[in-house]
């Protein structure tokens, strides 16, 4: 409460009286500057993250339309759809005529968003890393949307709740993690995502860290040799997947003989957003399942 109340203050002494509550100055993720007396009103979001996060900060009724995708908050299926996924056209974001983009900063989209911004629009890119880069987002998006305190406030709840699950992890057994995304071929996650991340608080070992790939194509012959203590996938809460249910043939892995092929909530850990938080915390609790079976003690 007092960092909050601190930076609040910080704020106040730098602005004239009048705009306390509506003036804004920070960078996006880009580091690109913005200044403005007023927070825009028609706001375009190209990403579902984004939209996710302009909910989250109370400043939904400043959207005018958004990017493909964007499901959640189930009410934002109700805006117009603007772009589709990777695909941004100039003339279909300008027809809503907005005085904001906030875009996601993929090379796909690139060479348009430098067009719209030629013609007088401003552009800001979101592209949060890890959960700090969520904090972040949070705090800048919070300030240009005229939502500062919420932002400051879901920030810091935000950065509690990892602390949080970090402390409660970080002394506990290591417990060797398979991520798999889809069914065949089967692919992972390596050191550079959001997933990677999330299994490293919960005090696991992702088996495929050191892949060069993001998302690096993997053998079952890898898999099997690497015997993981756990196999972990995202599903769309409707039962086992059958990928996962593949990996009973092998009765000789760690994680089928325990019973560790487990699923989880598909929605929760692909987004930064505030929902990661609750991502990661489910995944922990697949982890630490997996860490009271025997195989884990194993070497």
């Known amino acids: 409460m007092f960092v909050l109340l601190r930076r609040l203050l910080l704020i106040f002494l730098c602005l004239p009286s009048g705009l306390w509550a509506m003036a804004c100055a920070t960078t996006d993720d880009l580091g690109q500057v913005y200044n403005a007396a007023q927070p825009p009103q028609r706001v375009i979001s190209l990403s579902p993250h984004i939209t996710e996060l302009v909910y989250s900060l109370g400043a939904e009724e400043r959207l005018v339309a958004v990017s493909e995708y964007s499901d959640y908050p189930p009410q934002a299926q109700q805006l117009p759809v603007a772009a589709?996924?990777?695909?941004?056209?100039?003339?279909?974001?300008?027809?809503?005529?907005?005085?904001?983009?906030?875009?996601?900063?993929?090379?796909?989209?690139?060479?348009?968003?430098?067009?719209?911004?030629?013609?007088?629009?401003?552009?800001?890119?979101?592209?949060?890393?890890?959960?700090?880069?969520?904090?972040?987002?949070?705090?800048?998006?919070?300030?240009?949307?005229?939502?500062?305190?919420?932002?400051?406030?879901?920030?810091?709840?935000?950065?509690?709740?990892?602390?949080?699950?970090?402390?409660?992890?970080?002394?506990?057994r290591p417990v060797r993690v398979f991520y798999q995304l889809g069914g065949q071929p089967v692919f992972s996650q390596n050191k550079d995502t959001y997933i990677h991340q999330a299994i490293e608080l919960c005090g696991g070992v992702n088996l495929f860290a050191d892949a060069l790939a993001m998302a690096p194509l993997v053998s079952t012959e890898a898999v099997v040799a690497l015997d993981p203590d756990v196999i972990i996938t995202a599903d769309d809460g409707s039962g086992m997947p059958p990928w996962l249910q593949a990996w009973q043939r092998f009765s000789m892995m760690k994680a089928v003989r325990e019973g560790n092929l487990l699923a989880m909530n598909a929605d929760l850990l692909f987004r930064p957003t505030l929902r990661f938080v609750d991502g990661t915390e489910q995944l922990c609790e697949l982890i630490d399942r997996a860490r009271q079976s025997p195989a884990a003690d194993a070497p």
């Open 84 to 172: 589709g996924y990777g695909t941004v056209n100039a003339e279909a974001i300008l027809a809503f005529a907005p005085d904001l983009i906030l875009a996601w900063p993929d090379k796909a989209s690139a060479s348009v968003l430098q067009r719209l911004e030629a013609s007088g629009i401003r552009v800001l890119r979101s592209d949060p890393r890890d959960y700090a880069g969520i904090a972040r987002n949070l705090r800048w998006l919070g300030c240009v949307l005229g939502q500062p305190l919420r932002g400051e406030e879901q920030a810091q709840a935000l950065e509690k709740r990892v602390d949080e699950l970090r402390q409660k992890y970080s002394q506990r």
